[in-house]
């Protein structure tokens, strides 16, 4: 990704210039993270600069958006006055600018995500624009000469590393099989019809709703706009090679960064994670034509890559794209040698004994310059590969189904440049976890020595400071009761009557003596000594809350500070009351103004908030005064507990920290001491009163001390940023506390600045002053009011934690060596916890304030973050404890975490404790300067460790607020976060955006951030998240609720405006790609099964014998004679006339036709002289019947078997969608090459309709024929086939792939199908059983039409389409008939399980009754779905459906019929198999439960003369138990083969006469295109064998190969139904080599980006796949065919072609 342009430039400066001119309530709301940006906003402004402007440009620094009166004189000086001091001038600079001007004009912007065009999102009001954060961003921060640097021992030169240039050679993409484009199957009114959808002259027939996608520009390649450079230079090290060693001295930076100015530039135009550019069409197809183009692909094999290749292979050493430099051919690496030395030689002259081969030993520089263009046109490969979306070799779309714009998406949308995957990686968790925390050889590591715990100066206690806090109250409210204590301003600014000691000393008793003595039944105390209470003020009633703090503890209770709750759902509500609950508090003290505004319920009663246990609320107002001789309770133990303050981790969890009274005393007095207060001192505080600085300032050690504190509510801070200083202005203060983000507010607050005067301020308290970006508000604040009177030495950062209180703080009024100091260190080595100095200028710099020395009394140590605590060296970077008498004591309730934190002690190297003594540790992560001064570099639970390396989210937020955010989103309303996905910690970002902020202007800054964050910090944000304004979960102080944010973020209901994810550049530890050893062959695989004692796959049903069919029949002649099914029927129809053979029942469980033997054979007989007298069709002509499921489809079967024609079955159009369903029907008549059509007047009149005529010419049918008006005739004489082999009807199916093929059935296969399944099912003339299943295809028509007068059974005929009308007929009716063997689609039962789960109990009333059924068999051609099947039986167990009898069959194209659950086989086998063992075709067997693994079901049992073998589909060798293999199939019933297949009329032998290569060569099989796998199990078959389970996983032809891993749709897809509640039905396919998932969202239009990172996070952590494409779309755009069985191959198709109408797509590159 390029970085910002010159006009990216001047737009930051035009920011800058404009957040001057914001007035202080206009810019109230800025996030302390958001101040001062200005330093790397400067640093990315001169790495442009030196690209993009001349030397003299650079004169004007960015500087902080303040205030009008900052001066840039600091910048100045840090340049040595010069504009372009730093930068020298270079040879080529104009001749490159002039080139990189002319790329800028090409400049692209990103569009990466398609919205509809009426996609409503709710506008929200306005934000609030004094939204703020606890943090402070980085400012324009230079160093002056009487500035510390800490400098440390640099790390050893390492070697240059020079990238060799390699070329691969082309690969075109395989074919893909031929396919039907519009094919559809379709079902009754509530069925889900396929996406395509056209009219005849083209155009789009779909719904008004239209992708936007077609008005967006798209870009050029990411070279093909790439300019040369004429000079080539010499490579230089990468960055991942330099980043590892110490910085330079400023001469060696200097002496790099001219090395670098002749580096050839990125183009602009090169595209990352989905940036695209406004270019014209006709000019980017030109252009696409000339140059080519390069796709980047994510295997490291050679199976799944993508078919554009690059020019160059990638580096062995894993790198990113901001770490990558210009590196030049061979030639001309050798052309440039000269130039190599040469700059050996200006090094070595220059540094003198430093070793000249070793330039990463320079300080790492930031690679802006990285970009492999080349020179040379011609090795770049082809478009030309890509240009065909199925294959086609030839440059061009050829698929005239792909629309414009998705051909151009592939020819444009590339992956970027990403770290290839590292070596000898296998699919296991362990390695999984090790991958992701690689470590790196040439990272930093520390050299110094051991660094010694630091101890702080003694505590001197000064003479008549009182002994405790209560003492202290007693003192002043009785001997000076008029001196004030508390001071605060009202809403209006205006100041309310003071507080004085002798009021804040009468009030603390009022409250003690109520607490003790005024709570409860008289007699029955409720609160005793001990007891914990929660105070519950806002942030505008100090002088309550310290009134009640000192009354909890002049009466021995213990306090537990907390913040109000506004709403019953407030952010961390639930946390809060957890906390209260472990307390066991049960009383809240409260004011009545508070009490007041609390949410009541309509009663008037106090809410209930979420998780809070129940709480009696008591006013503190209006209490009654103690007796006089009441005295507060005696001294209790110094080591009780004194207050419980609140401390809430990186997890939102709330714990509460328990401070004992001897710890608040001795921190009281080290602050005392550290501060030097002394009675009667002004303090202003701006903090929150409640916890932490504020409290322990303000509310402990002013009361210590006797000094008077003014409190500015939170609330005036907005309307007006500067009232604290005309506060201290107006008492003269002497004190103040605040935090940096009221230092940056007091900037923008110009206008007041005039009145400000502070040279009564001796100490300006920085609470967050351990924050490493809060130098730079620090130093602004300083540079501005120092003419106002503040003095340098009273600005004092200090260092805190819940845990451990305060830990340093900068002494005030100190000055001279050793006071302060700073140190501007390599972010890129702190994130490997190394101390490395950097040179000021670097853009991966980070300059750190010291927060001064630590308390008096107070010893710290640095100890390891990670793993056992051993103390760290001098160089490195760790956990900041310490040893005093003044931290908390323990977690309240949380005894385990409480000895990790609390009773921790440090190890010396050899693993022995340091000191008996126990240390605290802080949390925060920093190391000891010289002169025992604290630095700190971060947080424990700010801290993100990725890939190894451990990143700050406050370095982030820095980084993200120096990218333009002044337009795009609000400066206080980011978060940043990291979840773990694969094994690794991804990072987050989510943001607040304006809302005149346009979607290209958000992706076009999204792209810049993610630009920048992987320049500066080499590491690549997993997602970026921008929310509508004011819809970020906030605290109560204004500031976001990280841990809220980070929860609605992994639940999927942060409801995001735009999302942008980029897995594909931060996701490096995916799995090792699959191998493919060509050199191990089918017959030594055999072998080995034989030699390992594997099994060989194969199993054989029971055997066929020969069926007499009860007709008495003694001889062969009559036997062969029944092996036409027309022969049967009359013989039926002669001896059981009126025996009933089908009833056809409606939606009202009514019977409404039945067809005996005779009738059914008279019918037939008048069909047939129908088709005589009218057809005269000639003998093998094709028969087209279009039948609503019925009897009339069953007689016209038999009439056309009559005069021998072939009926080819199909299903008539639906009339609420004719466009999309009769060209369907219009096709298989067109390739079943019907002579005629056999129909009824309703369908008849429906295919000559207006309407119809619309779609298809009316004309074009064949003779249709009406079987509503017969003649009542017989036929003279009844055909019959010479042979049984020939042809007996055509079986016309849809694949789930999209393929259209004709089976031919023989009379012969036909016969013995039924007689199998006689067999298996037992099914007789005295059986009953019940069909609810389409009777067009596959072993639905066969049970339909044919099985019923083979066996004389009697069928109940139920049509799918009223199961949809009354889903409990089907079940109604098999209780009814008492039926035994009953058959449905998964369509069905899926109807039955959700819509009869609440009418059980009616059922049962009803006397439903399961029990008589002994199988339920679901007829599909797939893999099982047990969670349905489960469901099934489940819900209606309790009416007598045995969980045994649930079962499923399976069969295919090639056979109708291989399994079927048998009246006397054993129960269903379910197995669980690991998912990464499949993908690799093998078969593992765990236990339940067990990670990776799914559920399998057999498909039924093998039908009696069935012989199946599993084999594998390539090389066609035998394979054994453990291999997943094709499923081949040897049986009398198979099908004859193909009548025609649309596009290949040749795979006859390939499917119906393939033979093994090893083992048996002699036997023929049909190839079923399932994968699968056979099991022996302990059941004992009907023949005393062990049964032989068959278990099909899925199709071939669906697979999905990616990294030479074979993937099955069904278990992807069910991981991501299982990602999201709103997702309702999910399917996916590959494009070009990306997965593409289609998901439904039920819910609103505003959930659907929700569901963008869902979707990804599952697919990745249970697959190991990023998803390339995730297309949100409306419920029943999935194309779902009358099995249930899910159209992907259409899906993708009208994906293709732009017909989807996506609620959203967003493409993950």
């Not at 090795?379 to 590969?385: Q, V, Y």
Request: proline share 6%.
């Amino acid at each position: 990704m390029p970085m910002p342009s010159k006009r990216t430039s001047a737009m930051m400066v035009a920011n800058a210039a404009a957040a001057a001119a914001v007035s202080p309530k206009a810019a109230a709301g800025k996030d302390s993270v958001g101040v001062n940006v200005a330093r790397r906003q400067q640093q990315l402004q001169q790495q442009n600069s030196m690209l993009l402007s001349d030397s003299s440009s650079d004169d004007d620094s960015i500087l902080n958006e303040s205030s009008s009166t900052a001066s840039d004189s600091r910048g100045r000086q840090g340049r040595g006055g010069g504009g372009g001091g730093n930068y020298p001038n270079y040879q080529n600079h104009h001749h490159y600018q002039q080139q990189l001007m002319q790329q800028q004009q090409q400049q692209q912007h990103p569009q990466q995500l398609i919205r509809r065009h009426n996609f409503a999102m709710e506008q929200q009001s306005m934000p609030n624009s004094s939204d703020t954060s606890t943090h402070s961003s980085p400012a324009h921060e230079r160093n002056n000469g009487n500035n510390y640097h800490y400098r440390n021992v640099q790390q050893p030169p390492q070697p240059v590393m020079v990238p060799s240039s390699q070329q691969l050679q082309q690969q075109q993409q395989p074919a893909l099989p031929p396919r039907i484009i519009g094919i559809h199957e379709h079902g009754g009114a509530g069925s889900r019809n396929s996406v395509v959808s056209q009219t005849p002259d083209g155009k789009h027939a779909g719904g008004g709703r239209r992708s936007q996608i077609q008005s967006q520009p798209l870009p050029l390649p990411p070279s093909a706009s790439s300019s040369k450079v004429s000079t080539p230079l010499p490579p230089l090290p990468t960055a991942a090679q330099s980043s590892a060693v110490a910085a330079p001295s400023v001469s060696q930076s200097a002496l790099l960064k001219q090395y670098q100015m002749n580096l050839p530039s990125p183009s602009v135009n090169q595209r990352v994670n989905g940036a695209q550019s406004h270019h014209s069409h006709h000019s980017q197809l030109q252009q696409l034509q000339h140059s080519g183009g390069v796709e980047y692909s994510n295997s490291a094999a050679g199976a799944g890559v993508a078919a554009a290749l690059l020019p160059e292979l990638p580096p062995d050493r894993p790198e990113r794209i901001s770490s990558r430099l210009s590196t030049a051919t061979a030639s001309a690496a050798d052309s440039n040698s000269a130039a190599v030395n040469h700059l050996a030689d200006i090094l070595q002259g220059a540094l003198g004994p430093l070793n000249v081969t070793a330039p990463s030993a320079l300080s790492p520089q930031p690679d802006v310059l990285s970009n492999n263009n080349n020179n040379n046109s011609a090795e770049l490969a082809s478009l030309g590969d890509l240009d065909s979306l199925d294959g086609d070799s030839k440059g061009g779309t050829t698929n005239r189904k792909v629309s414009t714009k998705i051909q151009q998406l592939l020819n444009t949308l590339k992956r970027p440049k990403r770290r290839p995957l590292p070596e000898f990686y296998i699919d296991d968790e362990t390695d999984l976890e090790i991958a992701a925390n690689q470590v790196d050889p040439t990272a930093p590591k520390p050299e110094g020595n051991t660094m010694l715990p630091s101890i702080g100066e003694q505590l001197m206690v000064p003479a008549g400071l009182p002994k405790s806090l209560e003492a202290a109250l007693q003192r002043y409210g009785t001997s000076t009761f008029k001196a004030p204590a508390a001071t605060v301003l009202d809403t209006n600014g205006k100041i309310c009557p003071q507080l004085t000691y002798g009021k804040l000393y009468n009030r603390s008793r009022k409250i003690a003596y109520s607490l003790l003595n005024k709570i409860g039944v008289k007699g029955e105390l409720s609160i005793r000594t001990g007891d914990r209470l929660a105070l519950v003020f806002p942030n505008s009633d100090p002088i309550g809350f310290l009134c009640a703090f000192y009354g909890c503890l002049t009466a021995g209770v213990i306090p537990v500070p907390i913040e109000v709750p506004l709403t019953r759902r407030d952010a961390g509500s639930q946390q809060i009351g957890f906390l209260l609950g472990s307390c066991n508090v049960s009383y809240a003290l409260t004011s009545e103004a508070c009490f007041k505004g609390l949410p009541k319920t309509a009663t008037g009663e106090i809410h209930t908030f979420k998780g809070w246990p129940k709480i009696n609320w008591l006013i503190t107002d209006h209490l009654t005064k103690p007796a006089k001789e009441w005295q507060p309770p005696a001294r209790i133990s110094e080591e009780s507990p004194a207050y419980i303050e609140y401390a809430t981790d990186k997890d939102g969890a709330v714990k509460g920290v328990s401070i004992s009274r001897n710890a608040m005393i001795s921190h009281s007095r080290a602050l005392t001491g550290a501060c030097s207060y002394s009675e009667g001192e002004v303090m202003v505080c701006v903090l929150d009163f409640k916890r932490e600085v504020g409290l322990w300032h303000a509310i402990q050690a002013s009361i210590l001390n006797g000094m008077h504190v003014i409190f500015i509510p939170y609330a005036l801070m907005k309307i007006n940023p500067a009232l604290w200083m005309l506060m201290i202005t107006k008492f003269k203060a002497s004190i103040a506390i605040c935090k940096s983000r009221d230092l940056h507010w007091g900037l923008l607050a110009s206008k007041d600045h005039k009145d400000i005067n502070l040279s009564s301020l001796r100490m300006l308290l920085v609470a967050d002053g351990s924050n490493p970006w809060s130098l730079s508000s620090c130093d602004q604040f300083f540079s501005v009011f120092h003419s106002r009177g503040l003095r340098v030495e009273a600005m004092c950062p200090c260092a805190t934690s819940p845990e451990a209180l305060t830990i340093s703080i900068r002494r005030p009024g100190r000055t001279g060596a050793g006071a302060t100091g700073r140190g501007v260190l390599s972010m890129s080595a702190l994130s490997y916890g190394v101390i490395r100095v950097d040179s000021e200028n670097s853009l991966t710099s980070l300059t750190l304030q010291d927060c001064g020395h630590v308390l008096p009394g107070t010893i710290a140590a640095v100890v390891k973050l990670n793993g056992t605590p051993h103390l760290c060296k001098t160089d490195e970077v760790g956990e900041i404890c310490l040893s005093t008498s003044s931290a908390g004591s323990c977690y309240w309730g949380l005894q385990g975490l409480t000895n990790n934190i609390f009773r921790m002690q440090p190890l010396n190297a050899d693993g022995r404790p340091f000191s008996e003594q126990t240390f605290v540790r802080t949390g925060l992560l920093g190391f000891m300067g010289p002169g025992a001064l604290v630095f700190v570099c971060g947080t424990r639970d700010g801290v993100m460790q990725v890939s190894g390396r451990k990143h700050n989210t406050d370095d982030l937020i820095a980084t993200v607020l120096a990218v333009e955010p002044m337009k795009f989103v609000y400066r206080g309303r980011i978060a940043i976060f990291s979840i773990k996905v694969l094994r690794d910690e991804r990072i987050i970002v989510v943001a607040e955006q304006r809302p005149d902020c346009t979607e290209d202007e958000s992706f076009q800054w999204m792209s810049r951030v993610i630009q920048a964050v992987d320049s500066i910090h080499q590491i690549g944000i997993y997602c970026l998240a921008l929310v509508p304004p004011n819809c970020l979960p906030k605290t109560p102080l204004g500031g976001i609720h990280l841990s809220e944010v980070r929860r609605r973020f992994g639940e999927g209901s942060l409801h995001p405006a735009n999302v942008l994810m980029c897995p594909h550049t931060c996701v490096t530890n995916l799995p090792k790609p699959r191998e493919v050893h060509s050199d191990v062959g089918p017959a030594s695989v055999m072998v080995g099964n034989i030699v390992q004692g594997v099994r060989l796959a194969i199993a054989q049903g029971r055997d066929i014998g020969v069926d007499d069919m009860g007709s008495g029949a003694e001889t062969a002649g009559e036997a062969r004679r029944h092996q036409f099914i027309t022969e049967i029927l009359k013989w039926r129809a002669v001896n059981s006339p009126d025996h009933v053979l089908f009833s056809l029942l409606n939606a009202k469980n009514l019977e409404v036709a039945s067809l005996s033997c005779s009738q059914l054979y008279k019918r037939a007989e008048r069909i047939a002289c129908l088709l005589t007298e009218r057809g005269k069709p000639n003998t093998g002509d094709h028969v087209a019947l279009i039948y609503s499921p019925g009897i009339d489809l069953i007689a016209a079967f038999y009439g056309c078997l009559m005069v021998g024609v072939v009926p080819v079955t199909i299903r008539p159009p639906h009339p609420a969608n004719l466009l999309t369903t009769l060209p369907t029907v219009r096709m298989i008549v067109n390739v079943s090459k019907a002579a005629f059509i056999l129909s009824t007047g309703p369908v008849i009149k429906l295919l000559k309709s207006k309407e119809a005529s619309g779609v298809v010419e009316i004309k074009s049918w064949p003779t249709t024929l009406d079987t509503d008006d017969l003649p009542k005739r017989k036929l003279a004489n009844a055909y019959r086939a010479p042979t049984a082999e020939l042809m007996a009807y055509l079986d016309f199916s849809v694949s789930t792939t999209g393929m259209l093929a004709g089976i031919k059935v023989s009379h012969a296969g036909l016969t013995s199908l039924c007689r199998s399944m006689k067999i298996a099912c037992e099914l007789y003339a005295s059986r009953k059983i019940a069909l609810c299943l389409d009777p067009y295809c596959g072993l639905g028509f066969v049970l339909w039409c044919i099985s019923s007068v083979y066996s004389g059974h009697q069928t109940i005929l139920i049509p799918p389409s009223e199961v949809e009308a009354n889903p409990a007929v089907w079940l109604n009716a098999v209780s009814q008939y008492q039926v035994r063997d009953t058959f449905c689609s998964y369509g069905v039962m899926e109807l039955c399980t959700k819509g009869l789960g609440s009418s059980i109990q009616q059922m049962k009333t009803r006397g439903v009754n399961l029990g008589c059924v002994r199988t339920c068999v679901v007829v599909a051609e797939e893999r099982p779905r047990v969670a349905l099947t489960s469901s099934f039986a489940k819900v209606f167990q309790s009416l007598g459906l045995s969980a045994r009898a649930v079962s499923t069959s399976f069969g295919c194209r090639v056979n109708t019929a291989l399994c079927l659950q048998g009246a006397s086989s054993p129960d269903p086998t379910t197995v669980f198999v690991d998912t990464r063992a499949l993908r690799n075709d093998r078969v593992t067997l765990v236990e339940r439960g067990a990670p990776h693994s799914i559920c399998l079901m057999e498909s039924g049992k093998l039908l009696p003369g069935t012989r199946v073998i599993i084999a594998n589909p390539d090389t066609k060798g035998h394979c054994g138990d453990s291999n997943l293999g094709e499923i081949w199939v040897q049986s009398p019933h198979n099908s004859s083969g193909f009548f025609a297949v649309f596009g290949d009329d040749n795979l006859h032998n390939e499917h119906f006469n393939a033979r093994l290569s090893t083992g048996d060569t002699s036997q023929t099989y049909a190839r079923t295109g399932y994968l699968g796998f056979l099991r022996r199990t302990e059941s004992v078959q009907a023949d005393g064998e062990l049964h032989d389970a068959i278990f099909v996983v899925g199709s071939l032809d669906e697979t999905i190969m990616l990294r030479g891993l074979r993937y099955h749709p069904i278990d992807i897809e069910n991981s991501v139904m299982r990602s999201h509640k709103k997702i309702s039905e999910c399917a996916v396919f590959t494009w070009s080599n990306l997965l593409v998932v289609v998901v439904e969202l039920d819910g609103n239009e505003n959930e659907a980006l929700d569901l963008v990172p869902m979707v990804t996070n599952v697919v990745l952590e249970e697959h190991h796949i990023i998803v390339g494409v995730v297309v949100v779309v409306d419920p029943g755009v999935v194309p779902i065919n009358s099995r249930g069985e899910k159209q992907r191959m259409h899906l993708r198709d009208g994906f293709l072609a732009d017909q989807l109408d996506p609620i959203y797509v967003a493409y993950n590159m």
